[in-house]
């Protein structure tokens, strides 16, 4: 039987008795799980006040056998699925094009959906058509488009911080400040955040959320009591608030054992407040103690100042002024799989470079899209790329991507011209003129494009052939 288990049941409202019963045979996801026919036969009537409890909803038998017969109904769907995308298959190969795995299922989908089965040729036609003009030609400077893409609408971008969409509570860095931000791989954003979102009983109970609000907002002694500093008889006196201490569901217990962890002092408890002496009784050490009292941490998650909550549809979700995203996660009642957070480095050192990528990405198109700037996201994801590409988020700049290119003029050509041409002469590096950058410099054709294509043409064999035609 786990403890764990048991607490985590008498938390959510269910009686201890029962509890013990349930963690004997079940853990927590398993009650997550299992359907309410098989628990019903395991503890009988109560499985209902269970289900209520971890907010499931309880399907009846015959809603089951309904489920069974549309499911009899529906079977021949699939068969007519493999049946379009067959056809789809054999339209691309006669074609002799290509189309993605994704692209195909979708068309599958929608030609279902519509009952288009008559138009499948002109339909693939049309998806090759569009794809084959979206693709990028070969040998283009797609580093290029992707900054003009970027970078143009860029300049629009007003230089303002203001509020988060749906949350007027919370300032939240935006616009160009925020863009910049993103391509610099700040360790530290400016205006730090969270999006907190809940599972089981505390995504539809206000009062189960406000637990986890409580449990992750930072709450400082100064926050829920009085603290006086009395000079003559050279102690610091706190007054907890009730009030303010019942908001917070903080106890008494909690403000004493926080108090004990101070060093060189001696505590008091009396009914309603309590007494702070210094061992060593001169001013200086008072008002040392003094300040170091009111900043005493009582309860909640280091980096996060300030929790709100927000019914968004059927649930309740948490936003958070100030991250912690690691030690958030590791709540009980956090849906870890679509939590998150606008600071980049910490998914990278949770959940990893891939999760680091979608969040440049995601940040930067949101960003931009915030501003009612419409940029492709394959250029934004090309920049994620670039960022990532060597399993650590490295920055666009002299400290990252651009410091670190192969060609020693395009590095000169960024910035502190002088150290690197001379850095690159002491080091005897060769430039082998690749890149775009150093031939626009050298002032020759750059091999991209129409310059990737060499011809050369033997005069005296045209000669000889216009001989021969004569």
């Not at 019942?246 to 407040?273: P, W």
């Not at 003094?290 to 309860?299: A, D, G, L, R, Y």
């Not at 470079?353 to 250029?379: F, K, M, P, S, W």
């Amino acid at each position: 039987m786990s403890k764990a288990t048991v607490n985590a049941l008498i938390k959510r409202g269910i009686s201890k008795k029962l509890a013990e019963k349930l963690a004997k045979e079940f853990t927590l996801s398993d009650l997550k799980k299992i359907s309410y026919e098989e628990l019903e036969k395991k503890i009988g009537k109560d499985a209902k006040k269970v289900f209520e409890k971890l907010g499931r909803k309880i399907e009846k038998k015959e809603k089951k056998k309904v489920e069974k017969k549309e499911k009899v109904e529906k079977k021949a769907e699939p068969e007519v699925q493999d049946e379009i995308k067959a056809k789809v298959l054999e339209i691309i190969k006669k074609k002799n094009e290509y189309l993605p795995e994704s692209v195909v299922n979708d068309i599958v989908a929608k030609v279902k959906e519509k009952g288009l089965e008559k138009y499948l040729e002109k339909i693939v036609e049309k998806a090759i058509e569009q794809y084959n003009q979206h693709l990028m030609e070969p040998f283009e400077a797609c580093g290029m488009v992707a900054a003009q893409s970027i970078g143009e609408p860029g300049t629009q971008m007003t230089m303002r911080t203001f509020h988060y969409a749906g949350v007027a509570e919370i300032n939240v860095t935006l616009g160009l400040p925020r863009l910049i931000e993103i391509v610099d791989a700040r360790k530290d954003p400016s205006t730090p955040m969270m999006t907190v979102y809940l599972e089981g009983a505390y995504k539809v109970n206000k009062e189960k959320a406000k637990e986890i609000a409580n449990k992750i907002e930072i709450t400082r002694l100064i926050n829920i009591a009085e603290i006086e500093t009395d000079i003559g008889n050279m102690k610091i006196v706190v007054r907890p608030n009730e009030k303010a201490m019942k908001r917070k569901d903080i106890s008494m217990e909690d403000i004493v054992n926080a108090l004990k962890k101070l060093g060189k002092v001696e505590i008091k408890e009396g009914k309603n407040e309590i007494e702070i002496l210094p061992k060593e009784e001169n001013y200086r050490e008072l008002r040392r103690v003094s300040e170091e009292v009111k900043n005493v941490k009582i309860k909640g998650i280091d980096g996060i100042k300030r929790a709100i909550i927000r019914k968004e549809g059927d649930e309740y979700v948490i936003y958070t002024e100030g991250s912690n995203f690691e030690k958030v996660l590791e709540l009980e009642g956090v849906d870890k799989t679509r939590t998150i957070t606008n600071d980049i480095h910490a998914i990278y050192e949770v959940l990893g470079i891939e999760a680091a990528r979608n969040a440049i990405i995601n940040e930067a198109y949101d960003t931009l899209q915030e501003q009612g700037l419409n940029v492709d996201i394959r250029h934004i994801m090309l920049v994620a790329d670039l960022m990532t590409s060597d399993g650590t988020i490295r920055p666009i700049g002299r400290q990252g991507i651009s410091g670190e290119k192969g060609s020693v003029i395009a590095r000169a050509a960024f910035e502190i011209t002088v150290d690197h041409l001379l850095r690159a002469a002491r080091r005897g590096e060769v430039d082998e003129l690749k890149g775009v950058a150093e031939n626009v410099i050298v002032g020759q054709p750059i091999r991209l494009g129409t310059g990737s294509v060499e011809l050369a043409i033997d005069v005296k064999k045209l000669s000889k052939l216009s001989k021969v035609k004569k």
